[in-house]
């Protein structure tokens, strides 16, 4: 039984920063590689961030230089800070395994305004 709860989703001005966390439960937390991930309003989800268990990171061409993921073992959590944020940015965002499993939690909104 795995369980994924995101937190730390608000609204924000343009140019603002958030900072998003998931805690993982219910499995080897430390030996996956862990993922953020985006679903806008009518689109589909879309590959945010990613960590492998190493801590080495990769991200989306549209993040890349504003976002940082990040991530706690001893705590089973992963982060993500979003710097510089955008209107675009807009959405609900999830945190699950990278490549992702079919299993996903409740999600965090994130709303950017201008």
């Known amino acids: 039984q795995v369980q994924l709860v995101e937190s730390g989703g608000g609204l924000v001005q343009a140019g603002g920063s958030l900072r998003l966390s998931c805690a993982a439960s219910g499995s080897i937390f430390s030996i996956n590689a862990m993922g953020w991930y985006r679903q806008a309003p009518g689109k589909q989800r879309e590959w945010v961030a990613g960590?492998?268990?190493?801590?080495?990171?990769n991200y989306a061409d549209s993040v890349k230089g504003r976002f940082t993921i990040s991530r706690d073992n001893a705590k089973n959590t992963v982060y993500l800070q979003m710097n510089s944020l955008k209107p675009e940015d807009t959405a609900v965002y999830y945190c699950?395994?990278?490549?992702?499993?079919?299993?996903w939690g409740q999600g965090t909104q994130v709303t950017v305004s201008s």
């Open positions: 960590i492998t268990s190493g801590g080495s990171t």
């Open positions: 699950n395994r990278w490549p992702p499993r079919d299993y």
